[in-house]
């Protein structure tokens, strides 16, 4: 077990829908994570806060955004979703902002759109 | 950020060393090489972690060419369990994206 929870752990919906994944840090890390995952490819990092405030995004599509709350809780919101959404996220958390702390993952959301 | 590259799929028996090498030509002065595990439909998780020359914990080592260009991780006496994704991560100190490449599939044999 990570520290890190993740709710819901499985979701299905229907293309066009809009979803809010949850996420939950380990107690004392400051910075979330949001990867997404299809079907057996690797992780595709999303969007990073730190503290509250947004610290980078990576390949994140506009219909997709985050944010993270003053109790370091984080959600990753999806609209108007597509087929092509269907994958794992997963949010990961770490103690500081630097790439080389360690990350530590929760058990993803599986999103399914049908 | 430096790209990495790493084999796709190795497989290997029960009991052998299993060693990973990555490449990431174009490391930089701060950047540090990490590894993770993920098994299917979990998140992954960190393994090991270093910045020059060897490094060894209880699971891997991990070791640094002088040049940084590449590293190699390390498996002692691999077991079914290990059949797992490992990823290859470069990071530096001050960034906040972290690039997991694609990743090798390592399938372990009885």
């Known amino acids: 077990d990570s520290g890190v929870t993740q709710t819901p752990k499985h979701l299905i919906t229907a293309t066009g829908q809009r979803v809010t994944l949850r996420c939950s840090p380990r107690?004392?890390?400051?910075?979330v994570y949001w990867y997404q995952q299809s079907l057996d490819q690797g992780l595709q990092f999303l969007i990073h806060y730190y503290n509250g405030e947004e610290r980078a995004k990576g390949n994140i599509l506009e219909r997709f955004s985050a944010q993270q709350f003053p109790d370091l809780h984080s959600e990753l919101n999806l609209s108007s979703l597509e087929l092509g959404d269907s994958a794992l996220y997963f949010c990961?958390?770490?103690?500081?902002?630097?790439?080389?702390?360690?990350?530590?993952f929760g058990p993803g959301t599986r999103l399914t759109v049908l | 950020l430096a790209k990495t590259t790493q084999p796709i799929s190795m497989d290997s028996y029960e009991g052998q060393e299993v060693n990973i090498t990555c490449s990431h030509n174009n490391i930089a002065t701060n950047d540090y090489i990490t590894w993770y595990q993920q098994f299917p439909s979990q998140g992954p998780r960190f393994i090991i972690q270093g910045y020059k020359t060897k490094v060894t914990n209880e699971v891997a080592s991990l070791f640094i060419p002088a040049d940084r260009k590449s590293s190699t991780l390390s498996l002692p006496r691999v077991s079914l369990s290990d059949t797992a994704v490992y990823y290859c991560?470069?990071?530096?100190?001050?960034?906040?994206?972290?690039?997991f490449g694609a990743g090798t599939r390592l399938f372990v044999k009885a």
């Open positions: 990961a958390s770490s103690l500081g902002t630097s790439g080389y702390n360690e990350q530590f």
């Open positions: 991560l470069v990071a530096y100190t001050g960034g906040f994206k972290t690039i």
């Open positions: 107690s004392g890390d400051l910075s």
